[in-house]
């Protein structure tokens, strides 16, 4: 079946400008994740999403940063007035997770933001 | 929160040698330990993983160790081959999984 899809796969733009990523897990998939990975650098946590709770966004690094997660599958990831440091790929991964953080995630293919 | 640690940040072998990769976590409540893998250019996929009631856990050539007094796993990688080489993220998870911040594993030929 069909695994994550992000989109769009790269992405330029211009500081200051607003950017919107977005993912679509896979279909019956309860957790939603996203993640931020620098060039050579780890999986940095940013926002969880499980099912009809409220999400835990202990890792959005600035309050330019925030993410939604519509009727349950698709999710958007937007970041407001870019910075330079904001250049990362984000990943999205989703999990059958009934509550635990437990199951496997699968990634997407990420989306490569460069800011400019 | 939970917070992983993992060392360390860049391991060289020569094929045939074992590799061991080692995590710390800071969460005693921590009840599932993932390991992914990551070659360049492509995303994370898991490889093994183990939950807070088991000591060990082995597939083949990889394994993984916990040590819930410590608050430490491993993951052991015996007869490494080329095809090994890449980075290996481990992760902690209570109510959410946290990753460390990677290894980047590179076996020589």
């Known amino acids: 079946g069909a695994g994550v899809s992000q989109s769009p796969s790269n992405k330029v733009t211009e500081k200051g400008k607003d950017v919107e990523l977005r993912c679509d897990p896979i279909?019956?998939?309860?957790?939603l994740y996203w993640y931020r990975q620098s060039l050579g650098q780890g999986l940095e946590f940013l926002i969880y999403?499980?099912?009809?709770?409220?999400?835990?966004k202990s890792g959005l690094p600035s309050d330019r940063f925030s993410a939604e997660r519509t009727g349950g599958s698709v999710s958007t990831l937007t970041i407001q007035r870019t910075q330079q440091e904001d250049s990362a790929v984000y990943l999205c991964?989703?999990?059958?997770?009934?509550?635990?953080?437990?199951?496997?995630?699968?990634f997407g293919p990420g989306t490569r933001l460069t800011v400019t | 929160g939970e917070n992983v640690e993992q060392h360390p940040s860049t391991l060289s072998v020569q094929e045939g040698d074992s590799a061991v990769i080692k995590c710390t976590y800071s969460d005693s409540a921590s009840n599932y330990f993932p390991w992914y893998k990551q070659e360049l250019g492509k995303r994370p996929q898991l490889i093994i993983d183990i939950r807070s009631n088991v000591g060990e856990k082995k597939d083949q050539r990889i394994a993984v160790t916990l040590n819930k007094t410590a608050k430490h796993f491993s993951l052991h990688i015996t007869e490494t081959q080329p095809e090994d080489s890449a980075v290996y993220f481990c992760g902690g998870a209570t109510n959410k999984l946290i990753f460390g911040t990677g290894t980047l594993l590179a076996v020589q030929p």
């Open positions: 991964a989703s999990s059958f997770a009934a509550g635990l953080p437990s199951y496997e995630q699968y």
């Open positions: 279909s019956g998939h309860t957790a």
């Open positions: 999403f499980q099912g009809n709770s409220a999400p835990d």
